[in-house]
């Protein structure tokens, strides 16, 4: 896998060299950036090569790749949700319905990680795979917040409902807003693709339906963007605020 830039590649030196099998770096590069890259390569125990710029663009064509590429094998998270779960007196986590673009799936679980989520779940049968594209658009997520894709959503859903996890979905129809409902101390985000959504047996299995009040003329945010609003609204509601529990 690709990992190319200085902020991606930076994140995954931070974790340590397991897994990072070549650092590429231009040629004739002194600045402040590199020192710093160099630094953190030494940290991990993984050894750079200065190479011509041509050979990077080779290997990232068409990319901005800030002339630093790193190869590396991709993140394996290896956790089970009923493992993790138990682990986890209060869980908080984000579920994908319907999100095939890698870059939306990347930048969901890069919020995901800012917001102390848990965990990402997506079913198999309609979700991105974790792709070279998420895991750059993650800049660093991928190997921090575990994306588990589970054959059947909606059966997920009761499973979570199961151990006392509040399941909440957005939708633009429902009638209360998001800031009017008060968030206990476990749950769970449901969010669809841009456009169509939730799925019907997806929606049904939800606790509560709440929808992002827009003042605008756009009807509605990025799935990435949402996850954004709705996760760090629980923050505030449950480090920051007063929540009613359930």
């Not at 991606?8 to 600045?31: C, F, M, N």
């Not at 041509?54 to 790749?65: F, T």
Request: with cysteine.
């Amino acid at each position: 896998m690709l990992i190319h830039g200085f902020h991606a590649v930076a994140a995954r030196l931070k974790r340590g060299g397991d897994g990072v099998t070549e650092l590429y770096i231009a040629s004739g590069r002194d600045d402040a950036r590199v020192q710093d890259l160099l630094r953190l390569a030494e940290q991990a125990g993984v050894r750079p090569h200065f190479v011509d710029v041509a050979r990077i663009d080779k290997l990232c064509p068409q990319r901005r790749h800030q002339g630093v590429v790193m190869l590396a094998e991709a993140a394996s998270v290896g956790v089970d949700l009923d493992d993790l779960l138990d682990r986890i007196e209060q869980p908080f986590l984000l579920l994908l319905d319907g999100v095939t673009d890698p870059r939306n799936l990347g930048a969901c679980l890069r919020v995901a990680d800012g917001a102390g989520v848990h965990a990402v779940i997506a079913p198999k049968d309609h979700a991105c795979p974790l792709t070279e594209v998420a895991v750059q658009t993650a800049s660093g997520a991928a190997d921090t917040v575990p994306y588990l894709m589970v054959t059947n959503l909606a059966r997920t859903i009761e499973d979570l409902q199961e151990r006392n996890i509040w399941v909440i979905g957005t939708a633009d129809e429902a009638p209360k807003t998001l800031y009017e409902e008060k968030l206990p101390s476990s749950v769970a985000w449901v969010l669809g693709a841009e456009g169509k959504g939730l799925r019907r047996l997806t929606r049904q299995r939800c606790d509560a339906l709440v929808h992002i009040p827009m003042a605008g003329s756009v009807a509605s945010l990025n799935v990435s963007v949402a996850a954004g609003v709705v996760l760090f609204e629980t923050v505030r509601q449950l480090r920051y605020g007063a929540s009613a529990g359930r």
